[in-house]
DNA sequence: CGACGGGACGC
DNA sequence: CGACGGGACGC
């Protein structure tokens, strides 16, 4: 979650200055959290590691500056040693430092009860012999608790087969940022605080000589942690993943999976590309605007050689539903502070491979090597297909039950038949998911986990909304089949207050009832919440405010909805919709052209709710839930129908470089390499492919059949989109509309969003830069909207799959 | 099982 | 309008 360098290195100077901390310091959380190590900060977050779920920032991140406070006193002078030293005597004890890891009582009681607690890879946490012994042991400098540790393990795993036990349960985490001169003393240790390590490897430079010490602060080195479990490592991460650093450190140890691990593991992540952020803004203010949807991962804020922010970074979920959710809610609606133009977001491209570093050309189709790209990232492959299929809002509704409603349970268990998108469904599903966010997104975490509203904070401010912050709960509610571990964790996070915000809007969902509008509200959250209850069968058009809507609420919501809503935003929205579109879409032939793919997409959604795709054993795939994909509709360009049987989530895709990725729309995972799965599904169905032309009957063949039985049906059922023309009723409706909503939107939003959290702020760093002419601009913007989705195409077309 | 350099789309 | 930091597998 919230890793950021700790103010020192990721805080552009500036931060210090103009934008700095305009909310003040925290409240009370931080007299001993250092900035650094903060997750240890007290005693109490030591002993329970697992509960990290209050946000972890140091609330100065942007402040660390002057001010603020220093670590622990240093009083900004942070000799390393001195940080050092300090690091660790905020831990634990100092004299404990290495034993205490080890030690009994927190080590057990942390790790057992929430890991798995049945096994516990070692037994030597309890029994006497200290790590230090064997650091100090023999070989002191390091592995000599490998072979221990390993052994160990085996014995647990004794029904199978060392290797398997070992190689596939082993969670190896890359950690970054280490100082050359650490050694594994220093570096097991917080490490040992969430799950047992069993193993520490010390990078040494490779090339350059093998030596770590280079004195130079420059370039840190690496290593190389293992857990016994995926969960231990995911602790790791979110405690210490841009949140502690050791001692001669610069700045946070950078924490996550090394590459392949994620894969290998089956854990996805949903990341997501933010543009517009104001260069002001530090990682924990795009984290607060974040994390109103669901627990961030992680943020990170491009910056140039200075260090300044470029505008636009990278915000990660665990869960798709969030970051869609995320999307639905601040895309093209929420402005930061200070900036003209609101929030783009959409799911990232997949981070371009660079030169040195992939090991197998990311064009090859090698099943081979283990993945050298991590990222599963997120995206979408099909960018043409999306952009063809647009956005029916009436498709819209029940893509996103659909496709949100994650839980295989759903799907399987209720609409095992037909995956009709019922009447039941979707305001729950969608509502629950998009929008949610009825926190205030600037929110911040301060509230959150001091559960009071500040006074500093402003009358309006967040408290004020009490409106269901369904983000939380509704997460809950409809992300069992998940990974489960977002939501839990971002309830947890939920001050009293939220909480109680979270049941209403449960009762809400079920209930279908509309929360309470608050003028408060920031227009992204009343835009949220007006799509949540819009009414499938409107077709309302993201300009249009769905009058026609049934209940009273939904006419409430439809009137404030285009009150706020600005033209461009509109296109936005749309834009995001798509991109949401592709996410739910479960290409399934690999083989096929983007187009056929996107009749593939039907076929596999009718297939999907006759069977659900086992097929998604892929990667990871497993534990997540098959999410619908929208078919798309038909663009004018192309259509060859064709339907491939689906078996298999992957599809091939090639980025805008001209590489080849492969992308589960099932997990939203994408890697360059080409997944075992779709080799071997291209294997058993060459011929399918070769038959798409419409025969969508073709498809009941045999073998896919049973994946397909329910296909004419829900073909119909399935909404259809009209892509295109849809966009283009909202331009159009933009260029009609444009100055009414324009004004007033911006400046509600304006005050209720940006400054809403951040009140305090204003004077400081950002600008202030009230929406004057925002119709003016109109077509700029609208521009700008649509550029995206332009740009899709463009990148989808020239590089065409078949390429 | 490949493996350098240096430069890096187009709008 | 901004697209991935910076390090990467020793034994």
């Given at each position: ?21 305009p ?6 959380r931080?007299s ?6 903060r997750h ?7 002993r ?7 946000p972890?920032?140091?609330?100065n ?7 603020f ?6 009083g ?25 890891p ?6 057990s ?17 309890g ?8 650091f ?16 160990k ?9 060392r290797?398997?036990?070992?190689g596939?349960n082993?969670?190896?985490l ?15 240790p917080?490490?040992?605080?969430h799950?047992?390590?069993i193993e520490?490897?010390l ?9 770590q010490?280079?004195?130079?602060f ?17 602790r790791a991460i ?61 943020v ?6 200075m ?8 915000v ?7 970051a ?6 601040l895309?093209?609606i ?14 990232a491209d997949?981070?371009?491979?660079r ?9 090859s ?22 952009m ?11 893509m996103n ?25 979707p ?17 911040s ?8 509203a500040p006074?500093?904070?402003?009358p309006s ?29 971002y309830?947890?996070?939920l ?19 509309p ?6 509200m ?6 949220a919440?007006?799509?949540?209850y819009?009414?499938?069968?409107q077709q ?5 405010p769905v009058h ?8 409430m ?10 033209s ?18 479960q ?11 996107l ?25 997540v839930?098959p999410t619908d ?11 060859p129908p ?9 599809t091939?895709?090639t ?27 291209e ?30 049906n ?11 023309s ?17 004004p ?6 304006y ?6 959290g ?9 600008a ?8 003016m ?27």
């Open positions: 979650m919230d890793r950021y360098r700790g103010g020192d290195r990721y805080n552009n100077p500036n931060d210090s200055q103009p934008y700095r901390h909310r003040g310091p925290p409240p009370s931080s001993n959290d250092s900035p650094i190590n240890r900060g007290g005693f109490s977050g030591n329970r590691p697992f509960d990290n779920s209050p972890r920032y140091a609330l991140s942007g402040g660390g500056g002057p001010g406070r220093p670590v622990d006193g240093d900004g002078f942070r000799p390393v040693g001195v940080r050092n030293a300090r690091s660790y005597n905020n831990n634990n004890n100092p004299s404990s430092e290495f034993e205490v080890l030690s009994g009582p927190r080590f009681s942390d790790y057992e009860v929430p890991l798995s607690g049945q096994k516990r890879p070692f037994d030597f946490p029994r006497g012999g200290s790590p230090i012994e064997r100090g042991g023999g070989g002191f400098e390091k592995r000599s608790f490998d072979g221990d540790g390993y052994d393990r085996h014995g647990d795993g004794g029904n199978f087969s290797k398997q036990s070992d596939g082993l969670a190896k890359f950690v970054g940022s280490v100082p050359k001169t650490a050694t594994e003393d220093d570096i097991r917080p490490f040992e605080e799950g047992n390590v520490v490897a990078i040494k430079d490779k090339r350059t000589g093998q030596q010490g280079n004195t130079v420059a370039s840190a080195g690496c290593c190389f942690i293992k857990y016994a479990t995926s969960e231990e490592a995911d979110r405690a210490l993943h841009n949140q502690y650093t050791l001692p001669g450190g610069v700045g946070p140890i950078q924490v996550r999976y090394a590459d392949g691990e994620r894969e290998r593991i089956g854990s996805v992540e949903f990341k997501l590309f933010v543009g517009s952020i104001n260069k002001q803004a530090t990682e924990k203010e795009v984290e607060e605007i974040f994390s109103s949807y669901g627990r961030v991962e992680d990170y804020l491009m910056r140039d050689e260090k300044q922010s470029r505008g636009c970074g990278f990660k979920y665990s869960n798709r539903d969030v869609m959710a995320a999307i639905n809610a895309n093209g929420y402005t930061m502070r200070g900036c003209e133009q609101p929030l783009i977001v959409r799911f997949p981070k371009r491979p030169p040195g570093e992939p090991r197998g050309s990311p064009a189709g090698g099943p081979g090597f283990g993945p050298r790209i991590p990222s599963p990232g997120i995206r979408p492959p099909n960018y043409g297909e999306a063809q299929a647009p956005v029916n809002q009436n498709a819209w509704h029940p039950q659909q496709g949100m409603l994650p839980s295989d349970v759903s799907m399987h268990n209720k609409q095992s038949s037909a995956p009709s998108f019922n009447p039941s469904l305001q729950l599903s969608s509502g629950s998911q998009i929008i949610s966010p009825l926190n205030k997104p600037n929110q975490p301060q509230q959150f986990s001091s559960g009071m006074s500093n904070v402003r401010g967040p408290g004020q909304l009490q409106a269901p912050n369904s983000g939380g709960q509704t997460q809950a509610s409809f992300s069992q089949g998940f990974s489960s571990q977002p939501m839990a964790g309830n947890g996070m001050p009293p207050q939220q909480a109680q915000a979270q049941a209403q809007a449960q009762g809400v969902a079920s209930s279908t009832t929360p309470a509008l608050s003028n408060n920031p227009p992204h959250v009343l835009t919440m007006m799509n949540q819009q009414l499938p069968n309302q058009q993201m300009v249009q026609q809507s049934a209940s009273p609420m939904a006419q919501l439809s009137q404030q909805k285009q009150t706020l809503q600005a461009y935003q509109s296109s936005q929205q749309a834009f995001s919709q798509l991109q949401q579109q592709m996410q739910l879409m290409p399934s032939n690999p083989s096929l052209t983007p187009q056929q793919n009749q593939g997409a039907r076929l596999q959604q009718s297939s999907w709710a006759g069977s659900v795709p086992q097929t998604s054993a892929t990667s990871g795939g497993s534990n839930k994909s929208l078919p798309a509709a038909s663009v004018a360009p192309l259509m064709a339907g491939g049987p689906v078996k298999c989530n992957w091939e895709h980025s805008p470089d001209g590489y080849k990725y492969y992308y589960n729309s099932t997990t939203g995972e994408s890697k360059w390499e080409k997944p075992e799965e779709l080799a071997l599904f294997q058993q169905k060459p011929q399918e492919q070769l038959q798409q032309k419409q025969q969508v009957a073709s498809i009941q063949q045999p073998h896919s059949q049973t994946n397909i039985q329910s296909l004419p829900q073909q119909t059922q399935i909404p259809q989109l009209q892509p295109q849809h966009l283009q009723t909202q331009m159009q409706a933009q260029g009609r509309h444009p100055q009414q909503l324009q007033a939107v911006q400046s509600s939003s005050q209720n969003t940006g400054v809403a951040h009140q305090n702020m204003q004077g400081y760093g950002y202030q830069m009230p929406v004057a002419g925002g119709s601009n109109d077509s700029a913007r609208y521009q700008q909207g649509m550029q995206g989705p332009q740009d899709w195409m463009w990148k989808n077309k020239t590089t065409g799959p078949g390429a």
